[in-house]
């Protein structure tokens, strides 16, 4: 455990659930002291408030929330260096989290701003998400952490501004039809979305 890691734990600023998380990732593979520590470092940097493996009710591999991380744990057995991607991915979120607030996070859902920007907001983040998660996997694959054959790649560069905004209709419909209008209640919606069937 590096000094950082330390001083959170100390002052009770440590990501919540993090060892047992990282600990279930190396019951299932063959994972190095470094490279656990490069993960316990990528996750608490990012301000990440809790990160947990969950069953998931909706076709999703990890979900953000200003909450904290869930990662399906049907992502448990796969490759290695996919699982590490995805968990990445997410939080790269918590970063953005950290930079905009959950309001601008929120407000493709909840906010005035017009469909359009909305899904030019959301592609935005996505691939800014993928960008950082490739990133990270060639810095670890660079260290000889990880597979070297895995070739990362973006999801979200070959949405279209459509599909966006297919998914921001929606969430919103769903949202204005549940009375939601604040940043709480649009993460206790997914949080509810992804473990509960609603």
Same mark, same amino acid.
């Given at each position: ?29 063959? $994972? ?10 990528? $996750? ?24 904290? %991380? ?27 989290? @950290? ?36 990133? @990270? ?30 998914? %921001? ?10 009375? $939601? ?12 979305? %992804?473990?509960?069937?609603?």
């Amino acid at each position: 455990m590096n000094v950082i890691s330390i001083l959170k734990k100390l002052l009770n600023e440590e990501t919540d659930g993090i060892h047992t998380f990282l600990n279930k990732i190396k019951s299932h593979h063959d $994972i190095s002291d470094e490279l656990y520590s490069e993960l316990l470092t990528f $996750i608490e940097e990012s301000n990440c408030k809790k990160i947990e493996f969950a069953k998931f009710n909706y076709p999703a591999l990890g979900l953000a929330l200003e909450t904290g %991380v869930m990662i399906n744990s049907s992502m448990i057995g796969n490759n290695l260096s996919f699982l590490i991607f995805v968990i990445l991915h997410e939080i790269a979120h918590q970063y953005q989290f @950290k930079k905009y607030g959950d309001k601008i996070m929120y407000d493709c859902y909840i906010g005035d701003i017009s469909e359009d920007e909305a899904a030019e907001f959301m592609k935005h983040t996505e691939e800014v998400a993928d960008e950082f998660a490739i990133r @990270k996997i060639r810095y670890l694959q660079g260290k000889g952490l990880i597979d070297l054959k895995y070739k990362p790649s973006s999801p979200y560069k070959d949405k279209s501004i459509d599909t966006m905004k297919t998914m %921001v209709v929606q969430f919103r419909n769903q949202l204005k039809k549940e009375n $939601i209008k604040t940043t709480e209640g649009v993460s206790e919606y997914f949080y509810n979305l %992804v473990k509960n069937k609603m």
